[in-house]
């Protein structure tokens, strides 16, 4: 299994309202996908996290391989999505590894 973690924050710019919608947008988009990709063992997106966390929103997903995560990287919906994301965030972190 190949497991894919995205971490971003929203645009500081963004009003506390346009941050939740825009939380809202990215999870409905990129969950979307996950039905739309073979491959994908599991994908969601955390919109709520704790006052702990130093980011706003996190994609968990599982590949069943590597080609499978490179599917859904290049994947139309996922290409869309991510136009969408690089729109409204910044300092994205990113750790891809199998298990």
């Given at each position: 299994?190949?497991?894919?973690?995205?971490?971003?924050?929203?645009?500081?710019?963004?009003?506390?309202e346009?941050?939740?919608?825009?939380?809202?947008?990215?999870?409905?988009?990129?969950?979307?996908?996950?039905?739309?990709?073979?491959?994908?063992?599991?994908?969601?997106?955390?919109?709520?996290?704790?006052?702990?966390?130093?980011?706003?929103?996190?994609?968990?997903?599982?590949?069943?391989?590597?080609?499978?995560?490179?599917?859904?990287?290049?994947?139309?919906?996922?290409?869309e999505?991510?136009?969408?994301?690089?729109?409204?965030?910044?300092?994205?972190?990113?750790?891809?590894?199998?298990?």
């Open positions: 299994m190949v497991h894919h973690i995205v971490l971003w924050n929203l645009n500081e710019e963004l009003s506390y346009e941050k939740q919608e825009a939380a809202a947008r990215i999870k409905a988009e990129l969950e979307a996908v996950k039905n739309e990709v073979s491959g994908v063992v599991s994908l969601s997106v955390v919109t709520d996290p704790l006052d702990s966390s130093n980011k706003e929103v996190g994609l968990i997903s599982v590949f069943e391989s590597e080609e499978a995560l490179k599917a859904y990287q290049v994947h139309p919906a996922h290409v999505a991510g136009k969408y994301i690089r729109s409204v965030t910044n300092g994205r972190s990113c750790i891809d590894y199998t298990e």
